[in-house]
Each structure stands twice: as C-alpha cells, then as structure tokens.
C-alpha cells in the first residue's frame, strides 16, 4: 500500500501527478504498449510537443479545462488518435504569497477609483497545467469529450435488459486499466486503502481527475474486487457487505490520509458508468465536480437503504439518465420507440 500523504496534505509527492507520466490509467485503460504502434509506450513519456491538433472537442472557460482531439505518428507512418485534457488546477493556499513575489511580470490592464486589474504571469513552478492524455484513443473516447446535446432516457427494467444489456455487452469501454489497479500493474503506490476479500473487498485510489495538490477538489474512486458487478442495475442485498464496507472503510481512510471528514464528502455511483465494473466515486462536498447532476449520481447511503427494503428494488424500478445525440445507445432507445 502506498506510503502516501500524511493527514491534510497539501501537497502530492514527486512524480504522483497522474496524466501524462506513461504506466498510468489512461495508458493503461486504452491499452497503449498492446499494437499501439506509435512512439510512447510503457514508461515513457508521452511525446506531448509531436502530437498535432485536430480539434477542440470541447472548452469550460467555467472548469477552465480544454478537452483537445490530437494525432501521433507512429514510426510506420500510420497515424494514432490521442485525447489531451489540459486543466488549469486550483489555487494552493501556501502557494499564493509566493505567486504574488515571484511573478515575472506584471501588467497593468486598466484602473478605474479604487479597482485595477492585471495580468500577473507566474514562473513555471506555479504555473502548471494539468494533462490527462488517452492515448491510443478509441472513437468513443472522442465522443465522451465532445460537446453535444443530450436526451434524457428513462430506462425501465425490461429496457435494461433489452436495449442496455446486450449493447453494453458488444460496445462497453475497456476496463483493463481497473484490472491493471487490482492487479497492482498500475497505480500501486496511489493506493490509499485496500480489503482484499475477493467478494467484499475493494480498492481506494486517487481518481485521475484529481491531482492530490489540494482538498478542495478531492477525488479517490473505490473499485470492487469482484468482477461480476456490471453497474448499479446488478446490485442485490447479496452485494450489502460489499457496498457497507466500501462506505464504512472508504470513510475512514480518507479521514486518516487527508483529514476529509465523512461529513464532508458525497459517495455516490454513477447510472449510467462510464466504465461497467462497480466503482463508487468520493468527491469532496464543496466541489462541484462532474457527474454530480441528480440524473447522474445515486448516493451509496440511499442506494444501501433501498436494497436494505427490497433486494430487487434494482430490478424494478426505472432509472433515469442522459445520452449525448450520437451516443449509439442512444440510438438504440430511438430504434425501439423508446426516446
Ligand atoms: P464512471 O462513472 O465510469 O465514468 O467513472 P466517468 O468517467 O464518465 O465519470 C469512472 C471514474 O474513473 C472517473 O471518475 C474517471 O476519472 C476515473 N478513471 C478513469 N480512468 C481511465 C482512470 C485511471 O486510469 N485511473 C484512475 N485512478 N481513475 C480513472
């Protein structure tokens, strides 16, 4: 288990970013190094300078994040798809005097009474991006990042196994990079806490959205041991133990390591997942991170409740979620009548 930070820690230690350096999730995930064939492979860095731009799949001015569509040539020509996030990342509090002192220029915008503005360049220690690259990326990794107009689908359970089954079946997103973190292939000096029952156990890491440099957007992901467990829609009073542990454990290793109350965090699965092995997000309460949109996210605590008062409530009920319009699923739905 990783050494780690210590309670409240602000700052990661050297080399535990978690985008760009090579053997980490995103390589790991799109399953770089198996007949890539371009420069990077396993351990090396990913040649950022030679990626050329395609295009910009989409921009926050609110996140302050740039989802970007780039290309690598190989060394036999051919050319190879790359997602690069670039992300601005939050103010460090003991950081802030130092920007102020050190800024290497400093120009004055305008002044007006007693306000002014400017534009204060900081030296490259403070300025860092933070770059998350997947790399090769599939068609449905550019699709995820793309700007696109979203349906709402209310799937019931004779959908789910109609429609959403037996697409997610033929079409899901490669979980190797999960399996690389069970496994200790990848990621194995991030893990922040681990109960290795094959049927209750599960594994905590810092999510790759998170850069560990600040509290303020914490974010680990607690990925289950047993590899039956497709998403929310499989759950049983059988998984009680496993969904108690995570909640219990997870809690309490993030209170030891980071100084995170379990008071101030929202533990919650995402319908529909990204990636189809159970996980449960931690996200810190006061940051608004992705995904946290009531036709998204469903607490652990009301997700435990509702199997506590019928196993199959799961089974039953309808789930609600959003497509984005060329999201094949979403097609699915349209063809059966049911959008
Ligand atoms: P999800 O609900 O399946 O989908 O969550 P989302 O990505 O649309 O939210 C998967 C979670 O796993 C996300 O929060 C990702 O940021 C995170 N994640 C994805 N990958 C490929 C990795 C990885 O390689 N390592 C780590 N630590 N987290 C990852």
Not at 31 to 51: D, H, I, M, T, Y
Not at 154 to 182: A, G
Not at 214 to 222: E, F, G, N, V
Request: glycine residues 6%; hydrophobic residues 35%; without cysteine.
């Amino acid at each position: 288990m990783a050494e780690g930070p210590e309670p409240k820690r602000r700052r990661a230690e050297a080399g535990d970013g978690d985008g760009v350096a090579a053997g980490n999730g995103a390589e790991a995930e799109a399953g770089a190094g198996a007949g890539a064939g371009a420069e990077p492979g396993p351990g090396a860095p990913f040649p950022l300078s030679s990626v050329r731009l395609r295009r910009l799949l989409r921009d926050s001015a609110r996140e302050k994040a740039a989802f970007v569509h780039g290309q690598v040539t190989g060394p036999s020509g051919e050319d190879t798809d790359a997602v690069l996030i670039l992300e601005k990342t939050p103010f460090q509090e003991e950081k802030i005097e130092e920007l102020l002192r050190k800024h290497t220029k400093l120009e004055l915008q305008m002044a007006n009474d007693i306000y002014s503005t400017y534009r204060l360049y900081p030296p490259p220690e403070l300025s860092e991006i933070k770059t998350t690259v997947v790399y090769p990326a599939t068609e449905k990794h550019l699709q995820k990042y793309l700007r696109q107009e979203v349906h709402l689908i209310r799937e019931s359970w004779e959908d789910y196994k109609n429609i959403t089954l037996p697409f997610i079946q033929s079409q899901s997103f490669s979980i190797q990079w999960v399996y690389n973190i069970l496994e200790k292939k990848a990621e194995a000096d991030r893990i922040i806490h681990e109960n290795q029952d094959p049927s209750n156990g599960f594994v905590l890491v810092p999510d790759f959205k998170w850069n560990q440099n600040q509290l303020y957007d914490l974010y680990l992901i607690a990925l289950v041991q047993r590899r039956d467990v497709k998403s929310l829609r499989d759950l049983t009073a059988e998984h009680l133990p496993l969904l108690k542990n995570i909640l219990q454990e997870g809690k309490e290793a993030i209170v030891k390591r980071f100084g995170v109350p379990g008071s101030q965090l929202r533990i919650y699965l995402h319908y529909q997942p990204s990636y189809y092995h159970l996980h449960v997000h931690f996200t810190a309460l006061g940051y608004d991170a992705p995904g946290t949109s009531v036709e998204r996210a469903h607490l652990l605590a009301d997700v435990i409740d509702n199997l506590v008062l019928d196993s199959s409530y799961y089974q039953k009920r309808a789930l609600t979620f959003a497509l984005r319009a060329d999201e094949p699923l979403l097609k699915k739905f349209q063809e059966a009548g049911r959008v």
